[in-house]
C-alpha cells in the first residue's frame, strides 16, 4: 500500500473513532442536560409566557394574551371606572428586597473578608480545620438554621433572657419579627456562602506580592486596598453574588424571622401561587426577580472573562 | 518561622475569625442544648432529659414524613449522582468540543435561579403538563436540583484523575466499559459518594421547593417541622431539628474528608 493509501486509510479511522467519542458522549451527557431542559428550562420559559396570561378565578390561567399582570405591578387599576393609577405598593417590595440583600451582601463581605483572609494565612493543618468549620454550616438546612436564630432571639428566648438576668437590660429587646431580624437571620444564613469562594480566592493569592510592597515602604492597610483586594476581586465578586442572589429571592427568613409582616420578593412570588392564586402576576415577579438576578450575573461573567476563578 | 507571616497579619481579623464562628454555631448549640430540656419552657432549664426525643419519635406525622423524606432523599441522590458522574465522564475526557462550556452553564443553572423561582416553575409546568403533586413530584424536583450539586465533587475528584490510565487500558485491550468499570470507576469513587452525599442532604433539607410541588398528601420533614413551626416553638421542633443537624454534619463531615484535596466543597 502506497503511503497516500496509508494516510486515506488513518483519517478514515480517525473519523470512524470522532465519530464513536460523539455518540458516547451523547449518551453520558444527555441525561443530566435533558433532566435540566424538561423540568427546569421548559418551566421557566412557560413562567414567561404565563405572565403574559390572564388569571383563573380558581387558579391557574386562561390563555387570553394580557399585559395586566406587568400593569399590575406599577399600578392600581380603579374597580369602578377602570382608571389607573401609580401605586408603589409592589416596586416598593422589591426596593425593601433589594435594600436588604445589599446590607446582607455588604455585612456578610465586611465579616467574610477578615475571617477569609485569616483562615487562608494560617499553617496547612489548621486551614483544613477551619475550612471545615465554615464548611459544615454552609450545608445545614436553612430552616433549622433559621429556627435556630428565632429560637435563640425572640422576645422570651435565651438571649435576651440571659441579657436580663445579667441586668444588662430591663425588658428584652425586640429582635424577632422586625427588618432587623430578618437582616440578621439573611446574614446568618449566607455568611458561609461569602468566606468559601473569598477564602478559594485569596489562597490563590501570592504572597510575594506582599514582601515586595513592603520593600516599597507601603504600609499594611494601602497593601491591602491596592494590592490584595484587586487581585482575590473576582473571589469578591463570585462571593458577594452568592450571598446577592439567594437573599434577594429569599423566603424563609422573611417568613419566619419577619413574622411574614413585611413582604420581600420571595414572599410576594409564593403569596400568588397560595394564598391569592393570581399565577400570572406571581409569574410576572418571578420574571422581574430573574431579570434582576441576570443583571447580577452579567457582572460576574464580565468580571470573570477578565480572569478566570470559578464560581464555586 | 517563616519572616513573611508576620507580614501577611493583620490586627483583629483573628478576632472577627473566632466571633463569626461563635456566630455561627451560637444558635445551633443552643437550639441543641434546650432539645434536653426537661421541662416544656423554652426559656427557663428544667433539667437533663431525652423526653422530647422520645415524644417526637412517638409523633406519627414525623414519622410518616421522615419515611417520605428518606426514601425521596436516597431516590433523587441515586439517580442525580448517576446523571451527574456520565455528565462529568462526558465533559471532563474530552477537553475541547463544541458545547462544552454550555454544557457545563446547563448543569449548574439549578444554582443560580432563586430558589423560589425554580419552586413556582416547577409547580405550574407539573400542572401543566398533569403530572400529578406528591411523592413523584417531589422526587423529579429534587433529582433536577441535586444534579449540579454531586456534579461539582466527581469533577473535583475527576480533574485529579490523568488521561494516561485511560489510555493504558485501552492498550490493553479493555473496551470502554471495561475501562470505566475497572479503572475509572474505583479510581472516581470517592469523588461519587460525597457527591451522593452532597445530594443525598440537599434532598432531605430542601424546604421551598418541595413546599410548592408537594400537593396536599405528602409531607416532608423540613414541612412537617415548618408546619409545627407555624404553631408556635416547642422542645420537640429543637429535638427534630437536632437530630437532622447531626445527619448533616455526619454527612458534610464525611464528604468533606472524601474530597480530593482541602478547599470548599462546592
Known amino acids: ?312 | 518561622m517563616n519572616p513573611t507571616r508576620d507580614l501577611k497579619r493583620y490586627p483583629g481579623f483573628g478576632g472577627i475569625t473566632w466571633a463569626c464562628l461563635v456566630f455561627l454555631y451560637g444558635p445551633l448549640i443552643v437550639i441543641a442544648l434546650y432539645s434536653f430540656n426537661e421541662i416544656r419552657s423554652i426559656t427557663v432549664w428544667g433539667g437533663f432529659s431525652f423526653s422530647w426525643y422520645v415524644k417526637a419519635f412517638n409523633n406519627d406525622l414525623i414519622q410518616r414524613a421522615t419515611y417520605n423524606s428518606l426514601i425521596i432523599a436516597v431516590s433523587a441522590a441515586t439517580a442525580s449522582t448517576i446523571c451527574a458522574t456520565a455528565a462529568a465522564l462526558a465533559i471532563l475526557r474530552n477537553r475541547a468540543f463544541r458545547g462544552r462550556e454550555a454544557s457545563i452553564g446547563i448543569i449548574s443553572l439549578p444554582l443560580m435561579v432563586p430558589e423560589i423561582v425554580t419552586a413556582i416553575a416547577s409547580l405550574v409546568f407539573f400542572v401543566l403538563v398533569g403530572i400529578p403533586l406528591g411523592i413523584g413530584s417531589i422526587l423529579l424536583a429534587h433529582t433536577v436540583f441535586c444534579i449540579p450539586f454531586a456534579y461539582l465533587p466527581i469533577t473535583a475528584r475527576l480533574e485529579g484523575i490523568e488521561g494516561h490510565y485511560e489510555e493504558a487500558a485501552r492498550d490493553l485491550y479493555a473496551d470502554s466499559w471495561q475501562t470505566f468499570r475497572y479503572v475509572m470507576l474505583p479510581m472516581m469513587f470517592p469523588g461519587i459518594v460525597a457527591g451522593f452525599m452532597l445530594a443525598f442532604i440537599i434532598s432531605l433539607d430542601d424546604f421551598i421547593i418541595t413546599n410548592f410541588v408537594a400537593g396536599p398528601g405528602a409531607t416532608t420533614l423540613p414541612l412537617a417541622i415548618y408546619g409545627l413551626v407555624r404553631t408556635g416553638l416547642t422542645p420537640e421542633i429543637n429535638a427534630v431539628s437536632t437530630l437532622l443537624l447531626l445527619v448533616s454534619i455526619f454527612f458534610v463531615t464525611l464528604s468533606y474528608l472524601l474530597g480530593k484535596k482541602p478547599g470548599p466543597g462546592r
Open chain 1, 1 to 312: 500500500m502506497d503511503s497516500t493509501g496509508i494516510a486515506q486509510r488513518r483519517t478514515e479511522l480517525d473519523r470512524i473513532r470522532a465519530r464513536r467519542i460523539l455518540k458516547a458522549r451523547a449518551w453520558l451527557l444527555s441525561p443530566a442536560l435533558l433532566l435540566i431542559f424538561c423540568f427546569l428550562i421548559l418551566p421557566l420559559c412557560i413562567i414567561v409566557v404565563y405572565s403574559f396570561l390572564t388569571p383563573g378565578t380558581y387558579g391557574g390561567v386562561v390563555w387570553d394574551f394580557s399585559l395586566e399582570s406587568y400593569i399590575q405591578f406599577l399600578f392600581e387599576r380603579d374597580f369602578f371606572d377602570d382608571t389607573l393609577a401609580f401605586s408603589p405598593a409592589y416596586l416598593q417590595i422589591y426596593f425593601r428586597s433589594f435594600v436588604q440583600a445589599l446590607v446582607t451582601t455588604i455585612v456578610c463581605f465586611l465579616i467574610g473578608f477578615p475571617t477569609a483572609y485569616y483562615i487562608a494565612t494560617l499553617p496547612e493543618r489548621k486551614k483544613y480545620m477551619w475550612v471545615l468549620l465554615i464548611t459544615v454550616p454552609y450545608w445545614i438546612n436553612l430552616l433549622i438554621r433559621t429556627i435556630a436564630m428565632l429560637f435563640l432571639i425572640r422576645n422570651e428566648g435565651p438571649l435576651n433572657y440571659a441579657l436580663i438576668s445579667i441586668g444588662a437590660i430591663d425588658e428584652p429587646i425586640k429582635i424577632a419579627y422586625t427588618n432587623f431580624g430578618v437582616g440578621l437571620g439573611l446574614i446568618y444564613t449566607y455568611l458561609p456562602f461569602m468566606v468559601l469562594p473569598l477564602y478559594a480566592a485569596i489562597e490563590r493569592f501570592d504572597f510575594r506580592l506582599v514582601e515586595a510592597s513592603y520593600d516599597l515602604y507601603a504600609n499594611q492597610w494601602t497593601i491591602l486596598r491596592k494590592i490584595i483586594l484587586p487581585l482575590v476581586g473576582p473571589g469578591i465578586v463570585a462571593g458577594c453574588l452568592l450571598v446577592f442572589i439567594p437573599s434577594l429571592g429569599s423566603f424563609i427568613a422573611p417568613d419566619l424571622l419577619g413574622g411574614g409582616k413585611k413582604l420581600m420578593i420571595g414572599n410576594l412570588i409564593a403569596l400568588q401561587f397560595q394564598g391569592s392564586r393570581n399565577w400570572p402576576f406571581g409569574s410576572a415577579a418571578a420574571v422581574i426577580l430573574m431579570t434582576m438576578v441576570l443583571c447580577a450575573l452579567m457582572v460576574y461573567i464580565r468580571q470573570q472573562s477578565k480572569s478566570r476563578i470559578p464560581l464555586h
